[in-house]
Nanobody, 124 residues
Framework: QVQLVETGGGLVQAGTSLRLSCAAS????????MGWFRQAPGKEREFVAAISTSGGSTYYGDSVKGRFTISRDNPQNMVYLQMNTLKPEDTAVYYCAAMKVTAPWGRARSYDTWGQGTQVTVSS
């Protein structure tokens, strides 16, 4: 089973960019579908993006489509979330997650392993 650690969060102004990283431990990283979710205070966890084991397929939540890009580097056991044109409503704790058994990518309970999260705050 992999372990996940997110980095790259911070306080930024609206309209700017930020890249989140997720470092995974374990030899079987390339066998996991990887996803990013976020959770704002008082709100449910929201799907952001997911990427297939090879990196050849991606899927995005409607609120970030066209602004965010998910990618992975299997030899380095890394997943990234490039966030462009950030908005105040993107403010949340962002979580990296790993899915071993194929299940709906946009559903939080499909994922087996979660990181501790990294805070992203976008000021207006």
């Amino acid at each position: 089973q992999v372990q996940l650690v997110e980095t790259g969060g911070g306080l930024v102004q609206a309209g700017t960019s930020l890249r989140l990283s997720c470092a995974a431990s374990g030899r079987t990283f390339s066998s996991y579908v990887m996803g990013w979710f976020r959770q704002a205070p008082g709100k449910e966890r929201e799907f952001v993006a997911a990427i297939s084991t090879s990196g050849g397929s991606t899927y995005y939540g409607d609120s970030v489509k066209g602004r965010f890009t998910i990618s992975r580097d299997n030899p380095q056991n890394m997943v990234y979330l490039q966030m462009n044109t950030l908005k105040p409503e993107d403010t949340a704790v962002y979580y990296c997650a790993a899915m071993k058994v194929t299940a709906p990518w946009g559903r939080a309970r499909s994922y087996d392993t979660w990181g501790q999260g990294t805070q992203v705050t976008v000021s207006s």
